[in-house]
């Protein structure tokens, strides 16, 4: 069965404080993972998407890593507006480009 | 910056009732997609539409839920008979080759 698992469930940092975000992920041949920032009560915002193990995208101060088995989202020197949930979808060759979602890393950056 | 919009943000509905949640994706798109997410869960994949017929269907979709793009910008979901654990928020995305796939906002449902 298609998975997908996130870690931590929640991450406090100061401002400043670089960190990383986990997405292990089980699929049945992966065509894409994808990260997205949601804010409360909002629809989930596009970051990137990545299709090879080594591959690495980056915008601003967020890094999106992937390997075999999991994708990182390395938050560098965050400030307070980066607070929100990340969430990581995998998408699997053969479907309609549907995703499958993690549960989200609600990250809350202290001034 | 080309969005999905969807409409209501917002809707109140008693049990029992029908609801039709509207979307407009965004207009080069070819694939579209309902998903929900219950307060505090996952988002979950509910009906994903290409070339006018349902392609890929969860088992969250069931005989009180239909699709349909009734004309060539509006996608709807309709719920018939709404129920308690209908509660949920839905969202609309849309995509032209699957490698980025927009979201919009959501229709925030609550079944009374």
């Known amino acids: 069965e298609d998975q997908v698992t996130q870690s931590p469930e929640a991450l406090r940092l100061q401002e400043g404080e670089s960190s990383s975000l986990n997405c292990s992920y089980t699929?049945?041949?992966?065509?894409?993972l994808f990260w997205y920032r949601q804010d409360p009560g909002k629809g989930p915002e596009f970051l990137f998407t990545?299709?090879?193990?080594?591959e690495e995208k980056e915008k601003e101060r967020l890094k999106a890593t992937l390997t075999k088995k999991e994708s990182f989202l390395h938050i560098t020197a965050p400030k307070p507006e980066d607070s929100a949930t990340y969430l990581c979808?995998?998408?699997?060759?053969?479907?309609?480009?549907?995703?499958?979602w993690g549960a989200g890393t609600k990250l809350i950056i202290k001034p | 910056e080309p969005e999905v919009t969807q409409t209501p943000s917002h809707q109140v509905t008693q049990m029992g009732q029908e609801v039709i949640l509207r979307c407009v994706p965004i207009?080069?798109?070819?694939?579209f997609y309902w998903y929900r997410q219950i307060l505090g869960q996952k988002v979950e994949f509910l009906v994903s539409?290409?070339?006018?017929?349902?392609?890929?269907k969860s088992e969250i979709f069931d005989d009180q839920f239909s699709v349909e793009r009734p004309d060539g910008s509006n996608f709807t979901l309709k719920i018939r008979s709404t129920k308690l654990e209908d509660s949920a928020m839905y969202f609309c995305?849309?995509?032209?080759?699957?490698?980025?796939?927009?979201f919009g906002e959501g229709s925030w449902l609550t079944v009374v």
């Open positions: 979808a995998v998408q699997a060759r053969g479907s309609n480009y549907q995703l499958i």
């Open positions: 990545l299709y090879s193990a080594g």
């Open positions: 539409f290409y070339n006018n017929e349902i392609s890929e």
């Open positions: 995305a849309s995509t032209s080759s699957g490698n980025t796939i927009y």
């Open positions: 699929v049945s041949g992966l065509r894409g």
């Open positions: 207009s080069n798109h070819l694939y």
